[in-house]
Nanobody, 115 residues
């Protein structure tokens, strides 16, 4: 089992920045990938960014150039730096860990971007 706890959400004005953190605990050895997903009201959950164990990263087109995912393996933590936020970035952001074919999820943290 992998436990994930997100933090760092909040209310920010358009153009502002936030940094989300996700601390992993439990059976974290051999996690294949960690990442962030988001779900806006009335919409499906969508991928934001992922970071694989090979250090390769992947971003949704809508956040490329504005968001950066990074990992601190010593702290078992993954971060999402979000710059130039837009109202359409408003959503609950979920941390994800993928290990041996299983997806693990945090409870989510709300990001609200006001115009």
């Amino acid at each position: 089992q992998v436990q994930l706890v997100e933090s760092g959400g909040g209310l920010v004005q358009a153009g502002g920045s936030l940094r989300l953190s996700c601390a992993a605990s439990g059976s974290i050895f051999s996690i294949n990938a960690m990442g962030w997903y988001r779900q806006a009201p009335g919409k499906q959950r969508e991928l934001v960014a992922t970071s694989r164990s090979s250090s390769s990263t992947n971003y949704a087109d809508s956040v490329k150039g504005r968001f950066t995912i990074s990992r601190d393996n010593a702290k078992n933590t993954v971060y999402l730096q979000m710059n130039n936020l837009k109202p359409e970035d408003t959503a609950v952001y979920y941390c994800n860990a993928f290990k041996h074919g299983i997806n693990y999820w945090g409870k989510g943290t709300l990001v609200t971007v006001s115009s």
